[in-house]
């Protein structure tokens, strides 16, 4: 049964069982001193705001059965798939890579780029590693969405203008309706955040729409 969840700029209704949870990179590296984030000189604590939203809100997909996939943003051990133009970023000693409080910065298998224990997901959900901003550049996404008859996507996580702002316009363009769930995403950059959601809701929702953590909720209980 269609739910109508009170978005900007117009109310959608979505299908429990065509609609997909996807967080955005919930991770150690972002979240904690001593990742990634950290190393950018970024004020991480910024981010924590977002995570009792998300909470909330996975709660609510997991009791009424939605598809819950989780991204995670990082690089195999070997580095192959980092291009030096991303991994030159930032001071030396603090990369890509490099050993860090968590593990090497950014790197598949380290405890810094793990998912936050508070959002840590339950057996059978899906955890998507990708190797850069977008959750569809060099994954198996969409052929997962599209095996599962997804149509719609609630979109959650950091930052909001680079990973989930990147995800939801490559969603955009195969054909996805995207609602990204405003206070269960964050930025380093309040006014980056605030900016993203309003290009997102734009032109009439030209990439979506924006709801909050409550309309969501409202929604699915």
């Known amino acids: 049964m269609p739910m109508p969840i009170d978005a900007e700029p117009y109310a959608i209704a979505v299908e429990p069982g065509r609609t997909a949870l996807v967080i955005i990179d919930m991770q150690r590296d972002f979240l904690l001193p001593g990742g990634f984030g950290e190393s950018l000189g970024n004020d991480v604590s910024l981010l924590n705001a977002a995570v009792a939203p998300c909470q909330a ?18 690089h195999r051990p070997d580095m192959a798939d980092c291009p030096p133009a991303k991994w030159a970023r930032g001071p030396e000693g603090m990369r ?66 680079v990973c989930v702002n990147t995800t939801v316009r490559e969603a955009n363009d195969r054909g996805y309706r995207c609602v990204v769930v405003s206070d269960a995403c964050a930025s380093y950059f309040p006014a980056f955040h605030a900016a993203a959601l309003a290009m997102v809701k734009a032109q009439g929702g030209i990439f979506g729409w924006v709801a909050p953590s409550g309309a969501v909720l409202a929604a699915l209980g």
Do not use: N, Q, Y
């Open 96 to 161: 890509i890579g490099d050993p860090g409080p968590m593990g090497r910065i950014l790197i598949r298998g380290e405890v810094g780029h793990d998912i936050i224990p508070e959002l840590a997901p339950a057996a059978g959900e899906v955890v998507l590693d990708k190797p850069g901003k977008g959750a569809f550049c060099a994954t198996d996404l969409d052929l997962i969405l599209r095996s599962k008859g997804i149509e719609a996507l609630l979109v959650c996580g950091v930052t909001t203008e």
């Open 57 to 74: 809100v996975l709660a609510a997909a997991r009791a009424c059965g939605m598809l819950v996939i989780h991204t995670r943003e990082g």
